[in-house]
């Protein structure tokens, strides 16, 4: 059995950064390390600045999101635009700057996208830090004409709601409207596409493993979802099952003071072997659900 539970951040801030639950854990390991860890293990703990989810979600949130703009297009202009920004101590992006052009349409494009991926600060010596980032973003025609035949995003209509550019990202429960799936299909339901769709992973099948997977991600004012965490991972195949199922439904945005803003959502996916096959989807006790 399958039990598929979805739920809003359940965060009491109106808006937030995405930085205060890995300083929790990051911070209370360090100090457990103080004392039991030998001195040489700090500085492999030293990491640099990395994207919410790593750098293949990254990366793949890039190709989703990109809308090619109309005159690069037409007069076939590709190439890779390089942009360097700061990721500040508190996981904050700032002074965003190209390195290297391509044109003014694709330069925007690729800094509308950059601003949109949260980062994790980097830590050095136990200590979050400041530091610099290059982030390439590839254009390429072909690419992207397959992928947006691959993804039915050239007949997704986005929302008809003016486009908040604060880029602050809410709590579900302070929203007016929550984010929530849209299918093809009108009868189909979150619970319905995940039952249909879902496939227990080979290895996690064989090695008999079962639990909960729970992720969490920004729904964008697109509609498409970035940021991808795996708050709580399970082997065998099964975060990765999680995932890529989150990836393949498109939602709307969330709604606030009328417009469509970014917010943030949490859910979790539990794998159960059991002798029945029936799967459950259970709401969530904030009423965001689909």
């Known amino acids: 059995m399958i039990i598929i539970l979805i739920f809003g951040n ?41 994207p919410y989810g790593g750098n293949k979600l990254m990366r793949e949130f890039i190709c989703d999101e990109m809308i090619y703009p109309g005159q690069a297009l037409e007069n076939k202009i590709e190439g890779t635009v390089k942009i360097k920004f700061t990721v500040m101590n508190d996981g904050k ?5 190209i390195i290297e052009s391509v044109s003014t349409e694709l330069d925007r494009e690729a800094i509308r996208i950059c ?22 973003v590839k254009f390429n025609i072909k690419k992207y004409k397959r992928n947006r035949k691959k993804k039915g995003f050239e007949i997704f ?6 486009i908040d550019t604060s880029m602050l990202v809410y709590a579900t429960q302070v929203l007016k409207h929550a984010p929530f799936p849209v299918f093809d299909d009108p009868k189909m339901t979150f619970s319905r596409f995940i039952m249909e769709n879902i496939k227990y992973p080979e290895t996690a099948f064989k090695q ?4 909960k997977v729970t992720l969490s ?17 399970l082997g065998g195949g099964c975060s990765e099952e999680a995932i890529y199922l989150l990836k393949q439904i498109r939602w709307t945005p969330g709604i606030l003071d009328g417009m ?23 709401p969530n006790n904030n009423n965001t659900t689909m």
Not at 93 to 97: E, I, M, S
Not at 115 to 136: G, Q
Not at 208 to 211: E, K, L, M, V
């Open 260 to 282: 469509a803003v970014r917010s943030f959502m949490t859910a979790s996916i539990s794998f159960s072997l059991s002798d029945s096959s029936d799967h459950q989807y259970l």
């Open 115 to 136: 601003k949109l991926i949260m980062y994790y600060p980097a830590v050095k010596s136990m200590n979050y830090i400041t530091t610099d980032v290059v982030l390439p």
């Open 10 to 50: 359940a965060r009491p801030k109106k808006h937030f950064d995405g930085m205060e639950t890995m300083k929790f854990f990051l911070q209370t390991s360090l100090v457990l390390l103080i004392f039991f860890a030998p001195h040489s293990v700090f500085s492999q703990m030293d990491t640099q600045a990395e």
């Open 208 to 211: 008999n493993i079962a639990g």
């Open 93 to 97: 992006k700032v002074n965003y700057r």
């Open 157 to 162: 209509e986005l929302s008809d709601w003016p």
């Open 217 to 233: 991600f920004v729904v964008e004012t697109s509609g498409r979802i970035s940021n991808i965490e795996v708050i709580k991972a």
